[in-house]
């Protein structure tokens, strides 16, 4: 009995040992990785998470989304640069608090991406014009932001360009490349 008493502590000494290892690995360019996040801006208004829970207190829930973590390749440039930087040297179970300034996020505004538009150009595809309105001119996605008698202004800046960004970045596993 004593033996077997032994033998069982020694193997989950063993397996411990292995678990600490592992976690113990740092992300690395080129690593697929999966993070749990929660982005925000200066005056801390929740613009995205990968958590359920987080969204729905934050009033950012989209029922047709599947809150789960965001894998992707570190460094392959698949997220904004700064992201992307913030996670190269996490362990597994690491969190952290980074704030990325805009020209490592989406950029600073630009209003030479406030585009006006003859009224008629809408009229004539029968489009009729709405504030919010998400629409595609020239390949570029917009939003039309201003509609007066004559024109239509179409705002191709991403949403949160100049904006610096805050994002808490929970890593949750490494596949090393």
């Not at 069982?8 to 592992?22: A, K, Y």
């Not at 925000?40 to 969204?55: H, K, N, P, Q, R």
């Not at 362990?91 to 538009?117: H, Q």
Request: glycine share 8%; aromatic share 8%; net charge negative.
């Amino acid at each position: 009995m004593k033996k077997i008493l032994f033998i069982l502590l020694l193997l989950s000494l063993f397996v411990s040992g292995c678990t600490e290892s592992d976690t113990s690995q740092k992300v690395e360019s080129g690593d697929y990785i999966s993070v749990n996040y929660t982005g925000s801006l200066d005056d801390g208004t929740v613009f995205d998470t990968s958590i359920e829970e987080v969204a729905k207190a934050e009033d950012v829930y989209n029922p047709y989304r599947t809150y789960e973590p965001l894998s992707f390749t570190a460094g392959a440039g698949q997220m904004i640069k700064g992201f992307d930087d913030a996670v190269i040297g996490m362990s597994v179970g690491d969190e952290k608090t980074v704030t990325i300034p805009s020209e490592e996020a989406y950029g600073a505004y630009c209003p030479e991406l406030l585009i006006p538009l003859s009224i008629d150009d809408f009229q004539a595809v029968n489009i009729t014009p709405v504030i919010g309105q998400k629409v595609t001119y020239q390949g570029q996605v917009g939003t039309i932001v201003n509609i007066s008698d004559k024109n239509v202004t179409i705002d191709c800046n991403h949403n949160l360009a100049g904006n610096d960004l805050t994002f808490t970045i929970e890593l949750v596993s490494i596949e090393k490349a």
